[in-house]
């Protein structure tokens, strides 16, 4: 598995775990058939600068550094302005297309805004198929990324 990948997962397993451990990961990513060693892990954590930040239950867990939650939005309107071609939606999917080579950065920064509402998301070279939890909530996606993307 490519490094981009794995970080995509582990962003998207750190907003449905309480992830305390490395071996945490290790385990969790086991479970979805990812195999992958406790130093990669430890290599992933340090690349993708996670912090520790106190758990619901006690002690502490891992999470995506707050300067970068806030970074986000602004890089995914970036991103979409450059990049998006366009953007339709049918009930719970909205596919969206971009210029070649760039949808991977575009479904990472994608998941990282709309996490909470989203089952899933697939990407290839130039297209992002992004699966919501509802019909509205896909709705809400597909309009966010139209206004993010206008001044195309």
Known sequence: MRKQERHRIITQLLSEYDVKKQEDFVAILAQQGVTVTQATISRDIKEMKLIKVPAQNGG?????????????????????KEAVISVDQMEKF?????????????????????TKVLFTTLNDDDGVL?????EEDARRIKQDIAEKSQNN
Do not use: H, W
């Open 60 to 80: 502490y867990r891992y999470s995506m550094p707050r300067k970068e939650q806030e970074d986000v939005n602004e890089k995914l309107a970036d991103l979409l």
């Open 94 to 114: 909205v596919n969206v297309k971009t210029l070649p080579g760039n949808a991977s950065a575009c479904a990472n920064l994608l998941e990282k805004q709309f």
């Open 130 to 134: 992004m699966i919501a939890r509802t």
